[in-house]
């Protein structure tokens, strides 16, 4: 009987441990996001339905990606490498890394495969070129947008779609406006601010990208550690441009006296910069 002992208590903790497994698996399945008839389609067939029912969504999700990855990387199969990339978002839906590669693949590469599927650039038409070209990039966009919104609006996913409507789609104001929900998102990457407004106002609307740009200076960036002084010289370089009277430009910085080029007013009020001997501001 004493013998028995020891197997029973092992019995016993093993039950235990199992039960708390299953109740412990049902509170997290709770917290996944479902994953509905639209995002299961493309899985069909992958042999990836499996792990969604099983539960194992992510680790079935890195073995999709690595086959879309294995068929991006022969570049002749772009049904097949769009269909396990979206797969793997819908099994992972918080991964920045699965939306943002597979939007870049269908917005900068698929089009390109699929003008070499058609006869290559010197058969195709410089104006089908473009055609096809822009298609995949609002493709891809359209992915980076659901992306976004997967992921509650992640900064580094709006700048890429920034990147892909600038260089793709040469939309500078839809660039504009995702550099601007960067620079406002959690996390902002440096640049996101300087590049809505440079965008802005290449696109002609330099009054709005003065506006929004010195207003999110004195709001978030001039709060950094540093005071953000670069950004404050793009400031500087379009009150220039603007021709804007003193009263109605930023207050001059303390670390702004003690530069060249910097000029305090004799009495008082605001200071102007200097004017510029490099080019002017395009």
Same mark, same amino acid.
């Given at each position: 009987?004493?013998?028995? #002992?020891?197997?029973?208590?092992?019995?016993? #903790?093993?039950?235990?441990? =199992?039960?708390?497994?299953?109740?412990?698996?049902?509170?997290?399945? *709770?917290?996944?996001?479902?994953?509905?008839? %639209?995002?299961?389609?493309?899985?069909?067939?992958?042999?990836? #339905?499996?792990?969604? *029912?099983?539960?194992?969504?992510?680790?079935?999700?890195?073995?999709?990606?690595?086959?879309?990855?294995?068929?991006?990387?022969?570049?002749?199969?772009?049904?097949?490498?769009?269909? #396990?990339?979206?797969?793997?978002?819908?099994?992972?839906?918080?991964?920045?890394?699965?939306?943002?590669?597979?939007?870049?693949?269908?917005?900068?590469?698929?089009?390109?495969?699929?003008?070499? %599927?058609?006869?290559?650039?010197?058969?195709?038409?410089?104006?089908?070129?473009?055609?096809?070209?822009?298609?995949?990039?609002?493709?891809?966009?359209?992915?980076?947008? /659901?992306?976004?919104?997967?992921? =509650?609006?992640?900064?580094?996913?709006?700048?890429?779609?920034?990147?892909?409507?600038? *260089?793709?789609?040469?939309?500078?104001?839809?660039?504009?406006?995702?550099?601007?929900?960067?620079?406002?998102?959690?996390?902002?990457?440096?640049?996101?601010? %300087?590049?809505?407004?440079?965008?802005?106002?290449?696109?002609?609307?330099?009054?709005?990208?003065?506006?929004?740009?010195?207003?999110?200076?004195?709001?978030?960036?001039?709060?950094?550690?540093?005071?953000?002084?670069?950004?404050?010289?793009?400031?500087?370089?379009?009150?220039? /441009?603007?021709?804007?009277?003193?009263?109605?430009?930023?207050? *001059?910085?303390?670390?702004?006296?003690?530069?060249?080029?910097?000029?305090?007013?004799?009495?008082?009020?605001?200071?102007?910069?200097?004017?510029?001997?490099?080019?002017?501001?395009?």
């Amino acid at each position: 009987m004493r013998r028995a #002992l020891p197997w029973v208590g092992f019995l016993a #903790l093993f039950l235990a441990v =199992g039960g708390v497994a299953d109740a412990s698996w049902r509170r997290a399945r *709770l917290a996944l996001p479902e994953i509905g008839r %639209r995002e299961l389609e493309p899985t069909v067939g992958q042999g990836v #339905l499996l792990g969604v *029912l099983g539960g194992f969504r992510t680790v079935v999700a890195d073995f999709t990606w690595i086959r879309g990855y294995v068929l991006w990387e022969r570049k002749n199969d772009r049904a097949g490498t769009e269909l #396990l990339m979206r797969a793997a978002c819908a099994l992972d839906p918080r991964s920045r890394f699965f939306w943002e590669n597979a939007g870049l693949s269908v917005a900068n590469d698929m089009g390109h495969w699929e003008i070499r %599927r058609r006869g290559g650039y010197a058969k195709v038409p410089k104006e089908i070129q473009d055609h096809v070209l822009k298609g995949y990039a609002r493709r891809g966009l359209d992915l980076l947008d /659901e992306g976004i919104a997967s992921t =509650g609006g992640n900064a580094a996913l709006l700048a890429t779609a920034a990147l892909v409507a600038e *260089l793709q789609l040469k939309d500078l104001s839809l660039s504009a406006d995702y550099y601007r929900r960067a620079a406002e998102a959690r996390g902002a990457p440096w640049f996101a601010a %300087r590049f809505a407004a440079a965008n802005l106002w290449k696109d002609g609307r330099r009054r709005e990208a003065y506006a929004w740009y010195r207003a999110h200076w004195v709001k978030v960036l001039r709060l950094s550690e540093d005071g953000a002084p670069d950004d404050l010289k793009e400031l500087r370089d379009m009150e220039h /441009e603007l021709r804007l009277p003193l009263v109605a430009r930023l207050p *001059l910085q303390p670390w702004e006296v003690a530069q060249p080029g910097i000029v305090p007013p004799r009495t008082g009020g605001v200071a102007a910069p200097a004017p510029a001997g490099g080019q002017s501001r395009k």
